[in-house]
Protein backbone atom coordinates (compact mmCIF):
# COMPACT_ATOMS: atom_id res chain seq x y z
CA UNK A 1 0.00 0.00 0.00
CA UNK A 2 1.22 3.11 -1.28
CA UNK A 3 1.41 5.88 2.09
CA UNK A 4 0.41 9.28 1.49
CA UNK A 5 3.20 12.08 1.29
CA UNK A 6 1.21 13.23 4.70
CA UNK A 7 2.16 9.73 6.53
CA UNK A 8 5.57 10.00 5.10
CA UNK A 9 5.78 13.70 6.54
CA UNK A 10 4.52 12.57 10.13
CA UNK A 11 7.62 9.86 10.00
CA UNK A 12 10.31 12.08 9.63
CA UNK A 13 11.06 10.63 5.71
CA UNK A 14 11.29 13.22 2.23
CA UNK A 15 7.58 14.44 1.36
CA UNK A 16 6.40 16.37 -1.38
CA UNK A 17 5.76 19.94 0.06
CA UNK A 18 3.31 20.24 -2.85
CA UNK A 19 0.93 17.20 -2.44
CA UNK A 20 -2.62 18.25 -2.77
CA UNK A 21 -3.83 16.95 0.44
CA UNK A 22 -0.88 19.41 2.29
CA UNK A 23 -1.81 22.04 0.07
CA UNK A 24 -5.19 21.70 1.27
CA UNK A 25 -4.49 21.82 4.91
CA UNK A 26 -2.20 25.16 4.11
CA UNK A 27 -4.55 26.96 2.45
CA UNK A 28 -7.30 25.72 5.30
CA UNK A 29 -4.18 26.67 8.17
CA UNK A 30 -4.42 30.66 5.87
CA UNK A 31 -8.05 31.35 6.17
CA UNK A 32 -8.11 30.40 9.72
CA UNK A 33 -4.95 32.30 10.50
CA UNK A 34 -7.04 35.58 8.77
CA UNK A 35 -10.38 34.89 10.77
CA UNK A 36 -7.85 34.60 14.41
CA UNK A 37 -5.90 38.25 13.18
CA UNK A 38 -9.21 39.88 12.54
CA UNK A 39 -10.73 39.01 15.69
CA UNK A 40 -10.71 41.58 18.40
CA UNK A 41 -8.30 40.71 21.36
CA UNK A 42 -11.30 41.43 23.66
CA UNK A 43 -13.24 38.74 22.00
CA UNK A 44 -11.33 35.84 23.90
CA UNK A 45 -14.19 33.31 23.46
CA UNK A 46 -13.71 33.51 19.17
CA UNK A 47 -9.91 33.66 18.90
CA UNK A 48 -9.94 30.22 21.34
CA UNK A 49 -12.64 28.98 19.00
CA UNK A 50 -10.12 29.46 15.91
CA UNK A 51 -7.21 28.21 17.62
CA UNK A 52 -9.20 24.84 18.49
CA UNK A 53 -9.80 24.59 14.79
CA UNK A 54 -6.90 25.24 13.64
CA UNK A 55 -4.58 23.60 16.07
CA UNK A 56 -4.47 19.83 17.39
CA UNK A 57 -4.47 20.52 20.60
CA UNK A 58 -5.07 23.72 22.81
CA UNK A 59 -5.42 23.24 26.39
CA UNK A 60 -7.25 26.12 28.98
CA UNK A 61 -5.93 29.51 29.50
CA UNK A 62 -3.62 29.31 26.33
CA UNK A 63 -2.89 32.90 24.17
CA UNK A 64 -1.55 33.32 21.26
CA UNK A 65 -0.95 37.21 20.35
CA UNK A 66 -1.63 37.63 16.50
CA UNK A 67 -0.01 38.22 14.17
CA UNK A 68 0.94 34.42 14.11
CA UNK A 69 1.82 32.25 11.79
CA UNK A 70 2.13 28.22 11.09
CA UNK A 71 2.17 25.66 8.41
CA UNK A 72 -0.78 23.30 9.02
CA UNK A 73 -1.78 23.67 12.40
CA UNK A 74 -3.09 20.10 13.06
CA UNK A 75 0.41 18.91 14.59
CA UNK A 76 0.87 22.06 17.29
CA UNK A 77 -0.27 20.75 20.54
CA UNK A 78 0.19 23.14 23.47
CA UNK A 79 -0.28 23.10 27.04
CA UNK A 80 -2.44 25.34 29.68
CA UNK A 81 -1.63 28.62 30.20
CA UNK A 82 0.85 29.13 27.77
CA UNK A 83 1.79 32.57 26.27
CA UNK A 84 3.20 32.77 22.96
CA UNK A 85 3.71 36.25 21.77
CA UNK A 86 3.60 37.98 18.28
CA UNK A 87 5.05 37.21 15.12
CA UNK A 88 5.63 33.69 16.21
CA UNK A 89 6.65 31.13 13.21
CA UNK A 90 5.38 27.45 13.97
CA UNK A 91 6.24 25.48 11.03
CA UNK A 92 4.35 22.33 11.83
CA UNK A 93 5.74 19.47 9.37
CA UNK A 94 6.27 17.35 12.05
CA UNK A 95 5.01 17.58 15.59
CA UNK A 96 5.23 20.30 17.80
CA UNK A 97 4.47 19.95 21.66
CA UNK A 98 4.89 22.89 23.71
CA UNK A 99 4.28 22.25 27.58
CA UNK A 100 1.90 24.03 30.07
CA UNK A 101 2.68 27.56 31.26
CA UNK A 102 5.50 27.97 28.47
CA UNK A 103 6.81 31.31 27.36
CA UNK A 104 7.31 32.15 24.19
CA UNK A 105 8.64 35.80 23.15
CA UNK A 106 8.10 38.07 20.34
CA UNK A 107 9.37 36.61 16.60
CA UNK A 108 10.13 33.18 17.80
CA UNK A 109 10.70 30.28 15.26
CA UNK A 110 9.64 27.06 15.63
CA UNK A 111 11.09 25.30 12.36
CA UNK A 112 10.68 21.54 12.01
CA UNK A 113 11.24 21.34 8.79
CA UNK A 114 14.69 21.32 7.03
CA UNK A 115 16.21 20.03 3.62
CA UNK A 116 19.42 17.90 2.67
CA UNK A 117 22.25 19.88 2.86
CA UNK A 118 23.89 18.39 0.02
CA UNK A 119 22.51 19.98 -3.41
CA UNK A 120 22.71 16.76 -5.66
CA UNK A 121 20.20 15.47 -2.49
CA UNK A 122 18.32 18.68 -1.81
CA UNK A 123 17.40 19.44 -5.60
CA UNK A 124 14.92 17.16 -8.37
CA UNK A 125 16.14 17.29 -11.47
CA UNK A 126 13.49 18.28 -13.91
CA UNK A 127 13.38 15.59 -15.76
CA UNK A 128 13.20 13.62 -13.21
CA UNK A 129 10.00 15.83 -11.82
CA UNK A 130 6.33 15.13 -11.82
CA UNK A 131 4.23 18.10 -12.74
CA UNK A 132 2.88 18.53 -9.24
CA UNK A 133 6.16 17.65 -7.10
CA UNK A 134 8.53 20.74 -5.60
CA UNK A 135 12.29 20.84 -6.88
CA UNK A 136 13.67 20.28 -3.65
CA UNK A 137 13.52 17.66 -0.80
CA UNK A 138 11.70 18.22 2.26
CA UNK A 139 11.76 16.06 5.86
CA UNK A 140 10.63 17.71 9.23
CA UNK A 141 11.97 16.41 12.73
CA UNK A 142 9.53 17.04 15.89
CA UNK A 143 9.86 20.38 18.46
CA UNK A 144 9.13 19.84 21.89
CA UNK A 145 9.41 22.36 24.91
CA UNK A 146 8.57 21.21 28.47
CA UNK A 147 6.49 22.83 30.96
CA UNK A 148 7.67 26.55 32.06
CA UNK A 149 10.25 26.98 30.03
CA UNK A 150 10.84 30.22 28.50
CA UNK A 151 11.79 30.88 24.95
CA UNK A 152 13.29 34.57 24.74
CA UNK A 153 12.45 36.76 22.19
CA UNK A 154 13.78 35.86 18.25
CA UNK A 155 15.20 32.94 18.98
CA UNK A 156 15.08 29.94 16.28
CA UNK A 157 14.61 26.61 17.49
CA UNK A 158 15.65 24.13 14.33
CA UNK A 159 14.16 20.76 13.64
CA UNK A 160 14.49 17.82 15.94
CA UNK A 161 15.23 20.21 19.26
CA UNK A 162 13.99 19.12 22.46
CA UNK A 163 14.35 22.08 24.90
CA UNK A 164 13.50 20.53 28.92
CA UNK A 165 11.49 21.80 31.71
CA UNK A 166 11.96 25.27 33.06
CA UNK A 167 14.84 26.06 30.62
CA UNK A 168 15.21 29.71 29.62
CA UNK A 169 16.68 30.54 26.12
CA UNK A 170 18.48 33.80 25.36
CA UNK A 171 16.35 36.27 23.14
CA UNK A 172 18.44 35.69 19.56
CA UNK A 173 19.60 32.35 19.90
CA UNK A 174 19.60 29.78 17.96
CA UNK A 175 18.90 26.19 18.94
CA UNK A 176 20.39 23.09 17.29
CA UNK A 177 20.85 20.77 19.83
CA UNK A 178 18.70 19.93 22.88
CA UNK A 179 18.52 21.70 26.15
CA UNK A 180 18.01 20.17 29.35
CA UNK A 181 15.86 20.98 31.50
CA UNK A 182 16.44 23.62 34.60
CA UNK A 183 18.98 25.29 32.54
CA UNK A 184 19.99 28.64 31.07
CA UNK A 185 21.24 28.66 27.24
CA UNK A 186 21.77 31.44 24.67
CA UNK A 187 23.78 32.18 22.04
CA UNK A 188 24.24 31.27 17.93
CA UNK A 189 24.80 28.37 18.40
CA UNK A 190 22.73 28.00 21.83
CA UNK A 191 24.44 26.62 24.54
CA UNK A 192 23.68 25.96 27.94
CA UNK A 193 25.55 28.85 30.29
CA UNK A 194 24.40 27.34 33.90
CA UNK A 195 22.04 25.22 35.59
CA UNK A 196 19.41 27.40 36.81
Not at 54 to 61: K, T
Not at 123 to 144: G, H, K, M, N, Q
Not at 167 to 194: E, F, W, Y
Amino acid sequence: MTRTARERMLQGEPYNTRDPELLALAHRARALLARFASVPSTDAESRRQILSELCGQIDAEVWIEPPFFCEYGAQIRIGARTFVNVNAVFLDAAPIHIGADVLIGPGVQLLTVSHPVSAAERLIEASARRVDEAPYRTFARPITIGDGAWIGAGTIVLPGVTIGARAVVGAGSVVTADIPPDSLAMGQPCRVHRAI
